[in-house]
């Protein structure tokens, strides 16, 4: 759990209420299904300034 998280953009949209009364926060602006679970994104999105070298570089990525 994150305690010193910042959120770029919080609305109501990007805020999920769970089954057991616990709020979340999160962001499907950009998101993507995967199909299988080698499967690995490719999206380029944002400022230059702000992204990784792998996505600068359009390596694949996955989550860890």
Do not use: W
């Not at 609305?11 to 616990?22: C, D, E, H, R, S």
């Not at 962001?27 to 299988?36: E, M, N, V």
């Amino acid at each position: 759990m994150c305690t010193t998280c910042a959120c770029a953009d919080l609305k109501t949209a990007n805020v999920f209420l769970t089954a057991a009364g616990i709020l979340k926060i999160g962001d499907f602006g950009i998101s993507r299904i995967l199909t299988d679970t080698g499967d690995q994104a490719n999206t380029v999105i944002g400022t230059p300034y702000y992204l990784s070298p792998e996505i600068c570089q359009r390596q694949p990525y996955v989550h860890p």
